[in-house]
Nanobody, 125 residues
Framework: QVQLVESGGGSVQTGGSLRLSCSVS??????MAWFRQAPGQEREAVAA????????YYADSVKGRFAISQNNAKNTLYLQMNGLKPEDTAMYYC????????????????????WGQGTQVTVSS
């Protein structure tokens, strides 16, 4: 059974860094992404990567601070988060799909048919 397992969440102070990891079993997905959801808010896209073209996409709120990447075997997805702010506090989810993504759909959560259970990130001021 396909599994996406996130790790690396935790509590940091403003300005700190964390690196999230998502390990993937069984398939090589052509699109992978990180979403986040804060209490009482909609789940929003943070970053995505099209593994075929290696194109990456970011939400405006994290550009220049977060970086999405994969290992060479393409079975682990990372999200390096620098310059963390209290508004980054949320549950972060890894998502994947066998179809690729582009600028017009990378942020659409309905595109991704596989999801992890999430890892909590808390940033204190």
């Amino acid at each position: 059974q396909v599994q996406l397992v996130e790790s690396g969440g935790g509590s940091v102070q403003t300005g700190g860094s964390l690196r999230l990891s998502c390990s993937v079993s069984m398939y090589t997905f052509y699109s992978m992404a990180w979403f986040r959801q804060a209490p009482g808010q909609e789940r929003e896209a943070v970053a995505a990567i099209d593994t075929g073209s290696s194109s990456s996409y970011y939400a405006d709120s994290v550009k220049g601070r977060f970086a999405i990447s994969q290992n060479n075997a393409k079975n682990t997805l990372y999200l390096q988060m620098n310059g963390l702010k209290p508004e980054d506090t949320a549950m972060y989810y890894c998502a994947a799909d066998l179809g690729g993504v582009h600028g017009g759909n990378w942020y659409d959560r309905t595109h991704y048919r596989r999801w992890g259970q999430g890892t909590q990130v808390t940033v204190s001021s």
